[in-house]
């Protein structure tokens, strides 16, 4: 990275911002943190956005408005990746906008308000008709007691005359309420329902009329006001940009990084469209430097699993080639059924295509493991289980992970120490890299501790010869005086530490045998409904074994990727990843196709 200051004429500001914003490169720095007092007094000011970016925002707010009030008759994805903004849109946007926003107001306004005014008017006969028949209830139960009492006593009696007065009024009353809303004197409930199931229908007939016409208006203008929000909005950001500028009565002042790659080019560029003289800047504190990360494709796509825990530091290792390369692998051990894998490479292949609920670049990360899972499943011999053994007598290229799992414990404790020993080994070349010594050495040692306690077990259950016996001797000894050295005495817990990291990745099997037993409990239990209930049974066991397949596939997708990225962020991270990296944030348009 390389930290530069430009400085420019303030009349040409306006287009080394539109360029900086097209080439997308420069990470601008808010000079409102950063500028001493000094420069203040001498007159730069900071914080001042663009005098446009109040008219522009209203403009966004109308746009936004009229996008989300107008009925939706196209894709709105669709429409954005088809959009092709050219440097002549930006031409008189503002006045031009303003204009066309005036059209669509007074087209569209009137029948929105319109709408709502029927919106209000049909809820109130609705609460009229419920509150009608509500009320027409309860007189009719006043009248019924009315009765009852005459029927009862021929005498007079208060709680008759009592009950027939709150009777009038409440005749009285709703009798009112109905002259008001229908002008309607005679007290016919038939004929009143009947007016307000009339009326009602009269106001779905005009809304629907007034739908047609704001679908009719939303296809005329529904594409381009998706394009002057883009429009506005790159401008929006171009106005409010300035705000981190530092500004005299005369001059502008920027100040940002831009990738050592894209500096020559950047200043060659800006220099065609304006006389600035840029500054490279010596870079004091290597934690003010924003971190980009640059890794090929597809490998680039796990930057986001790695941005989950945060960034490396500047000039620190990035270890997203390791959650591309081990994480899938890991993943597809634990799963290790071909069916299940099978199932998850189509799903995340659909998704990524249809982009299906926004997930489409998320869905890319599930199709490495799924691959990796049918891999695993045919050395293991799992398809849903034992279902491939049952039916058609497949067998594992490998290993039965249930009948194995002696020889799997060491296999993946193996993996563990390979994987804890690279981690180790950046770490060492990380903290010599960076001068800190005695982290250096502690690292070095952790190793040897690993490496030669690893071949000492080895030996022990004979899977080594015993003429290695003084290396692993050797090396472990040696580890152990040197991470002391290092700690000051407190490098004895580095054995037990290092040695709970390794069992850790004795998970990659336990998750994997969990998977294939409940696989072939479910198969078992399958094959005992069919076998016991003749015909009806099949039909539960396809029942029972394809929801408890559903359930185990649910879980198979979770549960690895969950231990599959704990492995990497607390057992391997752990040796050298210290995070913190501020995120390389470049000034650039977001949009799909722009011609310059």
């Keep these: 990275m390389v930290k530069v200051q430009i400085i420019g004429l303030n009349k040409d500001r306006e287009r080394v911002v539109k360029k900086l914003h097209e080439l997308g490169v420069l990470h601008v720095e808010d000079l409102t943190k950063r500028v001493p007092s000094e420069l203040l007094e001498k007159g730069l000011e900071v914080g001042k956005p663009d005098e446009k970016a109040g008219e522009i925002s209203e403009l966004l707010v109308k746009v936004k408005g009229f996008l989300a009030n107008l009925p939706k008759v196209y894709d709105e994805g669709d429409i954005e990746k088809r959009i092709e903004i050219k440097k002549s849109d930006f031409e008189n946007l503002i006045p031009t906008t303003s204009s ?35 009320k027409m209830k309860e007189l009719l139960s006043l009248a019924r007691k009315i009765e009852r009492r005459k029927r009862l006593r021929k005498r007079k009696d208060e709680k008759l005359k009592e009950l027939v007065s709150h009777l009038r009024q409440e005749l009285q009353s709703l009798l009112s309420v109905i002259e008001e809303k229908f002008e309607e004197r005679d007290f016919d409930i038939k004929k009143l329902s009947k007016k307000v199931k009339k009326k009602l229908r009269s106001l779905k007939n005009e809304k629907k009329k007034i739908l047609k016409e704001l679908e009719s208006l939303a296809r005329k203008y529904s594409k381009k006001l998706h394009k002057i929000r883009i429009l506005l909005e790159i401008e929006y950001q171009r106005a409010l940009i300035v705000s981190k500028f530092g500004v005299t009565k005369r001059l502008f002042l920027v100040e940002g990084w831009i990738p050592a790659k894209f500096y020559e080019t950047t200043v060659d560029e800006l220099k065609k469209v304006a006389e600035i003289e840029v500054i490279k800047l010596d870079i004091k504190n290597k ?54 894998g099978l199932i998850i490479l189509m799903a995340g292949l659909y998704f990524w295509k249809k ?36 039916l058609f007598h497949w067998k594992p290229l490998w290993e039965d992970r249930i009948e194995s799992i002696t020889h799997l414990l060491v296999f993946t404790s193996l993996i563990g120490v390979a994987h804890l020993s690279t981690g180790l080994l950046i770490g060492f070349i990380q903290c010599l890299k960076h001068r800190e010594n005695k982290h ?62 390794v069992l850790s990745y004795t998970r990659l099997l336990a998750i994997g045998v969990a998977s294939a037993g409940t ?23 396809i029942v029972v074994g394809v929801g408890f397949h559903f359930i185990n596939l649910l879980l198979g997708i979770l549960s690895p990727t969950i231990h599959g990225l704990r492995l990497h962020y607390v057992e391997f991270f752990g040796k050298f990843f210290e995070g913190g990296g501020k995120e390389y944030r470049p000034f650039k348009m977001e949009i799909k196709k722009y011609k310059s």
């Design 100 to 134: 066309f926003l005036q059209q669509v107001e007074n087209e569209v306004t009137p029948l929105l308000k319109r709408l709502e005014e029927l919106n209000e008017e049909q809820k109130r006969l609705e609460e009229f008709e419920t509150n009608l028949k509500k």
């Design 287 to 340: 934690e003010d430097v924003p971190v980009m990360l640059d890794n090929p494709q597809p490998i680039k796509e796990y930057e986001t699993t790695l941005k989950l825990i945060g960034l490396p530091k500047y000039g620190d290792f990035d270890p997203t080639i390791f959650l591309f390369f081990t994480f899938p692998i890991f993943y597809g051990m634990m799963l290790g059924d071909w069916g299940y």
């Design 355 to 390: 982009n299906v609920w926004g997930l489409g670049r998320l869905s890319k990360l599930i199709i490495l493991p799924a691959i990796w899972s049918i891999i695993f499943g045919f050395l293991f011999g799992e398809f849903f289980g034992n279902l491939g053994m049952e």
């Design 440 to 501: 250096a050495m502690e690292k070095l040692g952790v190793l040897g501790i690993l490496i030669g306690g690893t071949i000492y077990v080895l030996i022990m259950m004979g899977q080594l010869p015993q003429s290695l016996q003084f290396v692993g001797l050797g090396l472990l000894g040696v580890g152990i005086v040197v991470t002391i050295v290092a700690t000051k005495g407190l490098g004895f817990l580095e054995i037990f530490g290092i040695g709970g990291n």
């Design 519 to 541: 696989a072939l409990a479910t198969n078992e239990m399958a094959k005992t409904f069919s076998s016991m209930l003749g015909t009806p049974g099949i039909l539960v066991a």
